[in-house]
């Protein structure tokens, strides 16, 4: 059994699928490689797709995304470790996915915990996203590949597991306070910060300049001088 296929193979053999669902790949494939910073963009049509292809496979386009990977785990098209991936509570890509769409990103950070425990990626910056799609896109291609191999000619299978293995990330959440922190600012010094509502706490808080930052560079400029 094979350990996944490499991106060009997986269009390919979707192409005998679904040339529509094929000619999205390649789209979704050359978003995430522009140089303009277009993560966000990348990872939200990753996901979208993937969906999309799961409904297709249990023919149900009505029932949310949870729904549908509990169909694909019943119809025996992921296994159960693809399935956790798929659905985790903690860091499943449902959860991203949900986050994305629904939440308040200033207070979401990502800790990719092969790299550092202790650093912070901010899901507001397009370079935590295109981490995200290069750590996830490998396996949700071969997912997708692997749902609809059962109708193309010659079944594929695919074993993804020392992949999903490999992946070790954490979703950490912050208070606006903590943010303004991070940038240098005591948030007690700000009149009025009690009676802010919370999203506009962390409006002004992203907003904020980095106060920490500034101030090494005026350091370094007043040395040199």
């Known amino acids: 059994m094979r350990q996944g296929y490499s991106k060009g193979e997986v269009i390919d053999y979707i192409w005998q699928y679904s040339r529509y669902h094929a000619n999205l790949l390649i789209y979704c494939e050359e978003i995430a490689q522009k140089e303009c910073g277009q993560g966000y963009a990348s990872l939200i049509y990753l996901f979208s797709l993937a969906e999309n292809i799961f409904k ?24 159960d470790k693809e399935y956790d991936f798929l659905n985790n509570e903690e860091t499943g890509i449902r959860r991203i996915r949900n986050l994305l769409a629904h939440a308040n990103l200033s207070k979401y950070n990502i800790l990719f915990l092969s790299e550092d425990k202790n650093l912070l990626y901010p899901l507001t910056e397009d370079e935590t996203c295109n981490k995200l799609y290069n750590l996830f896109s490998d396996i949700l291609f071969n997912l997708m590949l692997k749902c609809i191999s059962t109708d193309l000619i010659v ?30 600012i005591d948030y007690q010094d700000i009149i009025g910060w009690s009676d802010l509502a919370e999203v506009n706490r962390y409006r002004l808080a992203e907003n904020s300049q980095n106060v920490s930052v500034l101030t090494e560079i005026f350091k370094n400029l007043i040395k040199s001088e």
């Open 56 to 79: 297709s496979k249990v023919e149900d386009y009505d029932s949310g995304f949870k729904n549908v990977l509990k169909k694909l785990k019943q119809k025996k098209c992921i296994s």
């Open 155 to 184: 079944p594929i299978s695919i074993n993804l597991d020392e992949l999903i293995d490999n992946i070790h990330i954490q979703i950490k959440e912050i208070s606006a306070e903590k943010l303004l922190e991070y940038k240098g």
